[in-house]
């Protein structure tokens, strides 16, 4: 099982470098799964539904995010319309969204992929 992470994806040079590289990662690598985390990929700060959507739609299969989940105050609602994006499954109860995704191979496996974020300070 090959599985491609994409790290911090921040800001609008960020988003549209994943978005060009994508086609020729999954050609070489034949990923099973592709993830990435994408809690600054709108300016540095947060993550927006348009640019959720732009990510999803070029082959990304679930976005995790972290400390700034919140920041883009729309994710509040859209995270619960889509459940490609994972927020941190240590979050108290009540709060939008899950914090774990499962997704369903070719093969007929399943990877479950979980988020936990370190609450410090």
């Not at 099973?32 to 709108?42: L, P, R, S, V, W």
Request: hydrophobic share 40%; charged share 25%.
């Amino acid at each position: 099982m090959k599985v491609l992470f994409i790290g911090d994806i921040v800001g609008k040079s960020s988003r549209l470098k994943v978005k060009e590289s994508l086609t020729n990662l999954k050609q070489k690598y034949k990923p099973d799964a592709i993830m990435a985390n994408a809690e600054n990929a709108t300016g540095g700060h947060g993550l927006s539904k348009k640019d959720a959507q732009e990510l999803l739609s070029a082959g990304i299969d679930v976005l995790t995010l972290g400390n700034h989940a919140w920041d883009k105050r729309e994710m509040l609602t859209f995270i619960e319309e889509c459940p490609q994006i994972i927020r941190a499954m240590n979050y108290p109860s009540g709060v939008p969204g899950k914090g774990f995704y499962s997704i369903n191979l070719i093969n007929g496996k399943k990877i479950i992929v979980v988020q936990v974020m370190l609450r410090l300070f």
